[in-house]
């Protein structure tokens, strides 16, 4: 489930990519996480690193449901390529059978 929630999230900034594209927002990797937890109450609940060497997070706030998804790249420079809200933290371990 867990390389699903990647591939969602891969597909969700696939979608919005276009978009972000035009006006991208990037800053350093560090300073996203300080806003993203000051602001949002936002902290990283999983990642995955992209065959580009970039790595993909997704950061979410159980106690307000908003999420942030964010590219880095190995110089520490991260672009937000989607946010939105309602996230839900759905726990299953890596191999388990799909039903």
Known sequence: MFSKSIAVGVLAGVLVCGAAAANPMCNDRTKFLDHLSAKYEEAP??????????????????????WTIIITNP?????????????????????????
């Open 45 to 66: 609940v999983s990642m995955g690193l992209a065959s580009n060497g970039t790595v993909l997070e997704v950061l979410a706030s159980e106690k307000t449901g908003s």
């Open 75 to 99: 110089t520490g420079q991260a672009c937000v390529i989607a946010t939105g809200d309602s996230w839900e933290n759905i726990t299953v371990a890596l191999g388990e059978p799909k039903v």
